[in-house]
Nanobody, 124 residues
Framework: VQLQASGGGSVQAGGSLRLSCAAS???????AAWFRQAPGKEREFVAA????????HYADSVKGRFTISRDNAKNTVYLQMNSLKPEDTAVYYC???????????????????WGQGTQVTVSS
């Protein structure tokens, strides 16, 4: 599966961005997620939407501000980011997981397919 992430950019604190991740083929049978990596830090979980049930999971740091969604007809997953903070600055990656193990939904090494990343910069 080829993944193409887009929608990153530079915004001021309090602003919004919507990231998109288009897949080259159907991904409805996979869990979709977004991760991010800031300079000098490890890649961290942001949000996930499980296959089937569509249950969502969020990192505590983004809960209430970010929303993950997916359009299976378009093979696309989205991340709506509101009330952005400077600490949200990072490269954001979309990822898909074939196994969809609930206990591992936040684990980087659980995911099988990754997009190339899109930069999000939030200035104060």
């Amino acid at each position: 599966v080829q993944l193409q992430a887009s929608g990153g950019g530079s915004v001021q604190a309090g602003g919004s961005l919507r990231l998109s991740c288009a897949a080259s083929r159907g991904t409805f049978s996979m869990t979709a997620a977004w991760f991010r990596q800031a300079p000098g830090k490890e890649r961290e979980f942001v949000a996930a939407m499980r296959r089937g049930s569509g249950t969502t999971h969020y990192a505590d740091s983004v809960k209430g501000r970010f929303t993950i969604s997916r359009d299976n007809a378009k093979n696309t997953v989205y991340l709506q980011m509101n009330s952005l903070k400077p600490e949200d600055t990072a490269v954001y990656y979309c990822a898909f997981d074939m196994s969809s193990i609930l206990s591992r939904v936040r684990e980087v090494d659980e995911y099988d397919y990754w997009g190339q990343g899109t930069q999000v910069t939030v200035s104060s």
